[in-house]
Structure formats: C-alpha cells, structure tokens
T-cell receptor, first 111, second 115 residues
C-alpha cells in the first residue's frame, strides 16, 4: 500500500544551525509533496509545496527538495530559531482526492 | 487564524454515546475535509465533501458519518463511541474540489475524550 514515512524520532538542534527533516515514500509516485507545520494542540499550517518536476523550492529560511529517484523529500530550515520548534508533517495526494500525511517529526531548537 | 472554525473545542462524553462536531470552512471554500489525530496514529483522513457532495472517503468507521449543508458548513457525527475514539478531530477546507495541488486550511480542532 502507499506509504509515507518520516523520521519519528525527535530532532534536537542548536539555534542558528540548519535543521533537515526527511520524508520517504513507497509504492507510489506522488505528483507533489506538501509540508505543514503543527504546534501542540493546533491544526497543521501549510508551508510549502513541491512538484515532481521541481528539484528544489525555497521560501525565506525554508527549503524543500524532491528526489524522485530516492523517493524522498528533504525539508531544511536554515538559521533555525527556538520559535521553529514544532512538528513538521509531509503529505501527498493519492490521486483520488485523498491526502496522506506522514506521522511528523518533532523539532526542538535550543537557544 | 486560518478562517476555519470548529465547535466545540472540547468534548467529554461516555462510551456508547453519540456526538456531533461542527465545522465552518473559510469564506469561499467549497471543500471540507475531516481528519482524526490520535497519539499513536498520526493525522488520518476520514472524509471529504465538495459543495454538499461526498468526494472522497478514507478510513472512516461505519459508526461515523458526515454531511455538508447548503451553507457549506459540515458536521461529523460519531456514534456508539468507544474509548479508542478519543482524539483530536480536525476540519480543513480548500477552495475547490481537492485538486491535487490545493492547500488545505485547518481549523483549531475538537478534542474528544471518551470515558
């Protein structure tokens, strides 16, 4: 079955460093991937979308890459700040209007 | 603030009971999505409605049902509740029919606790 996997372990990094989160998918070739941010007890907030024919997308301190050969998307936050601490979810569509979300990776940025 | 509203914020009920969760989409959005998020399961897609009609179905239990009304607000009905139904329930909305690149805007969620 179609599966989307994120590193379930939390990521702890120091303020100012670059955080890199991974999203892997199997048994499907999504036309695009989305990344969302979720704070505890709140709804996810859309951050970035990258299409299969785009290698990289940037928005301010955020960068997303999409490698269809490795079946992987990487999400980078440069010059990370404590305010970036949250859970980050990747998501894809299944081609039938359903969206599948990964379990998310918790990011902790220490001052 | 995403513009999506959900009521109630919190709900505590007993096993076997029935509850209704309500969602109002962003102004102008025609699609409404329902998700369940529990600690061990992540965000699970339940069902989508577009302009009053069911568009897509996920892993929604038969005890659960939803509808979208002419004013586009939606309700998720959960019946014969079990302890395992305790979770955060999110509603999201998007402009159109869930086209593949559409962004979904999530509401603040309803936290359901079944005792």
């Amino acid at each position: 079955s179609q599966k989307i996997e994120q590193n379930s372990e939390a990521l702890n990094i120091q303020e100012g460093k670059t955080a890199t989160l991974t999203c892997n998918y199997t048994n499907y070739s999504p036309a695009y991937l989305q990344w969302y941010r979720q704070d505890p007890g709140r709804g996810p907030v859309f951050l970035l979308l990258i299409r299969e024919n785009e290698k990289e997308k940037r928005k301010e301190r955020l960068k997303v890459t999409f490698d269809t050969t490795l079946k992987q998307s990487l999400f980078h936050i440069t010059a990370s700040q404590p305010a970036d601490s949250a859970t980050y979810l990747c998501a894809w569509d299944t081609g039938g209007f359903k969206t599948i979300f990964g379990a998310g990776t918790r990011l902790f940025v220490k001052a | 603030d995403s513009g999506v509203t959900q009521t109630p914020k919190h709900l505590i009920t007993a096993t076997g009971q029935r509850v209704t969760l309500r969602c109002s989409p962003r102004s102008g959005d025609l699609s409404v999505y329902w998700y369940q998020q529990s600690l061990d399961q992540g965000l699970q897609f339940l069902i989508q409605y577009y302009n009053g009609e069911e568009r897509a179905k996920g892993n929604i239990l038969e005890r659960f049902s939803a509808q979208q009304f002419p004013d586009l607000h939606s309700e998720l009905n959960l019946s014969s509740l079990e302890l395992g139904d305790s979770a955060l329930y999110f509603c999201a909305s998007s402009v159109a029919a869930g086209a593949r690149e559409e962004t979904q805007y999530f509401g603040p969620g309803t936290r359901l606790l079944v005792l």
